[in-house]
């Protein structure tokens, strides 16, 4: 990898993660974990949680070509090692996904 390939995952590593940028959605938080970032320095992976529920990972499914979801518990996470996604991180699809799931 070279330094313009390393800044370009640096660059996209501050977009995807604002730590002060909450999601205020009823309550809703979408995580992503840094240091699982895939080579275009995107997140594969989310974790979601409303107010003082479950949380949930998501991630993308490419047989059925939709994000699934599974409930995760969470002491086996670590969750010193998310941070609080910005919203315009979430993919669309995952956007409309997270709709489904948490109605308000």
């Known amino acids: 990898m070279n330094s313009i390939d390393a800044g370009k995952i640096k660059q996209k590593k501050r977009m995807a993660v604002e730590e002060t940028k909450l999601i205020k959605r009823g309550g809703l938080r979408v995580y992503v974990n840094p240091v699982s970032l895939d080579a275009r320095g995107e997140p594969g992976v989310f974790y979601s949680r409303r107010e003082c529920g479950p949380y949930y990972r998501w991630s993308f499914e490419d047989k059925?070509?939709?994000?699934?979801?599974?409930?995760?518990?969470?002491?086996?996470?670590?969750?010193?090692?998310?941070?609080?996604?910005?919203?315009?991180?979430v993919p669309h699809a995952l956007q409309a996904r997270l709709d489904e799931h948490y109605p308000e």
């Open 64 to 89: 059925s070509v939709r994000w699934r979801s599974s409930r995760v518990n969470p002491n086996a996470l670590t969750l010193k090692a998310f941070c609080v996604a910005s919203w315009t991180a």
